[in-house]
């Protein structure tokens, strides 16, 4: 089958390096890892090198396309996966960014075709990025945790361990298993991300995300404009919790719970559920996440 990545630029010979991935999904997934990588590209220049076009990895009738504008004019906007350059200030690597929609069909064909081009740019180490809704709270700091594919790359983030073992990977975590294959150190980092927010992206767990990446590379993540962002996301998730007892209740026992936990210094678990189960615990986050969307 002919490749369907589409070049824009010929890049030179890259140093050292690094692909940073994420990927939203159908299901309202991956939008707080994106959004902090695209906020990454805006404060550092980033340039397109090459997308890879969607038609073999799509359905359609189920992911439909959205109507935008370019140049003014109407223009259909369909899914796909774009590829960064970048170079963060007095760095001495070299950075790509992937960033797009989890293909609806043909994984296995999606993940090999990427790698094959990531490959061809002699990739040494690949990060991929998501968050998960679990039961953490807006007030304390985001939980973080990696799975590693070697003890140099675990020493490096310094995250509490995981193995994504037992439950569905996404696309980010199967692209770096193939990579792995191929000889690339990989981490996949995870955030966890209060469950009452819905699938609104979270400035806070975005930061988080890249600071993590900051610190393992030792780059100066610019977080000064992320700030309004953070700061407006606490208040109307403070205004949301002042709005109902049972909310309040709900965060002040994910309060004390994270409060109780915090000295056992416990290795954090995988969330098995991503949302809640009963109807009374859904028509909360429900509640919340409605208030949260108008006050965006």
Same mark, same amino acid.
Not at 51 to 64: C, G, I, T, V, W
Not at 186 to 190: E, G, K, P, V, Y
């Given at each position: 089958m002919p490749t369907q990545i589409r070049e824009h630029v010929v890049l030179p010979e890259l140093k050292q390096p690094v692909l940073i991935s994420a990927f939203t999904s159908a299901q309202r997934g991956g939008q707080t890892a994106c959004a902090a990588l695209a906020y990454l590209m805006s404060q550092w220049d980033a340039e397109l090198v090459a997308?890879?076009? /969607?038609?073999? %990895? %799509?359905? %359609? @009738?189920?992911? =439909?396309p959205m109507m935008g504008q370019e140049n003014g004019k109407p223009a259909v906007d369909?899914?796909? #996966?774009?590829? %960064?350059h970048l170079t963060p200030p007095d760095s001495e690597r070299d950075f790509l960014v992937l960033v797009g929609m989890e293909p609806s069909m043909r994984w296995r064909a999606f993940v090999q075709e990427l790698a094959d081009y990531i490959e061809k740019l002699g990739i040494t180490e690949a990060i991929? +990025? =998501?968050?998960? /809704? @679990?039961a953490v709270s807006h007030r304390r700091p985001t939980p973080l945790q990696a799975q590693y594919s070697t003890p140099s790359v675990e020493e490096s983030f310094g995250l509490p361990a995981v193995a994504f073992t037992g439950v569905p990977l996404d696309v980010a975590a &199967?692209? #770096?298993?193939?990579?792995?294959? =191929?000889? $690339?150190e990989?981490?996949? &980092? +995870?955030a966890l991300e209060p469950c009452y927010t819905g699938g609104i992206p979270d400035a806070k767990v975005g930061l988080a995300l890249l600071q993590a990446v900051g610190r393992a590379y030792n780059l100066k993540i610019p977080a000064e404009s992320l700030k309004p962002a953070i700061d407006k996301h606490f208040t109307a998730m403070e205004q949301a919790v002042l709005s109902s007892e049972e909310v309040a209740a709900l965060v002040q026992a994910i309060d004390e719970h994270t409060? @109780? +936990? =915090?000295?056992?210094?416990?290795?954090l678990a995988l969330p098995e559920v991503a949302? @809640?189960?009963? #109807?009374?615990? $859904? /028509? *909360? *986050?429900?509640e919340i996440e409605?208030?949260?969307r108008q006050n965006q």
């Open positions: 997308e890879l076009e /969607s038609d073999d %990895y %799509y359905d %359609y @009738a189920r992911l =439909r369909w899914p796909t #996966n774009l590829l %960064y991929s +990025m =998501r968050s998960f /809704s @679990a &199967l692209l #770096n298993l193939e990579l792995r294959e =191929r000889g $690339v990989t981490a996949d &980092l +995870m409060d @109780a +936990m =915090r000295p056992r210094q416990e290795p949302e @809640a189960n009963d #109807n009374h615990s $859904v /028509s *909360i *986050i429900d409605a208030f949260l």
